[in-house]
């Protein structure tokens, strides 16, 4: 198959749907990474912050643990995958100059 000429050096159009698509896919991934890191974060906050509660509980337990252990990721996820906190925003600002760059 002969490959047409390109005019003022524009990219093929078969090459670019399939570099836009590519694109699309990576941006894609970023911004899942990014909503992922924030709701990691966000568990992680959660758990310090029950952790650093005053006194243990009177009839604490692993079950306890686990269920409290449960609802914070829950809870983290649900926040960041709504409106979230921002931090999502900032990594995918921050690290979306670098999608689509190979060295």
Do not use: C, H, W
């Amino acid at each position: 198959m002969t490959q047409l000429p390109t005019i003022g050096g524009a990219m093929p159009l078969t090459r670019q749907l399939t570099g836009d698509a590519a694109e699309a896919r990576q941006d894609d991934r970023l911004r899942q990474a990014a909503d992922g890191f924030e709701a990691l974060f966000l568990q992680q906050m959660l758990k310090s912050a029950r952790e650093a509660s005053l006194g243990d509980d009177l009839f604490g337990s692993s079950a306890q643990d686990t269920t409290n252990s449960l609802l914070d990721q829950e809870l983290a996820n649900t926040a960041s995958g709504n409106a979230g906190f921002g931090l999502s925003d900032a990594v995918y600002r921050q690290f979306s100059g670098f999608v689509g760059k190979r060295g």
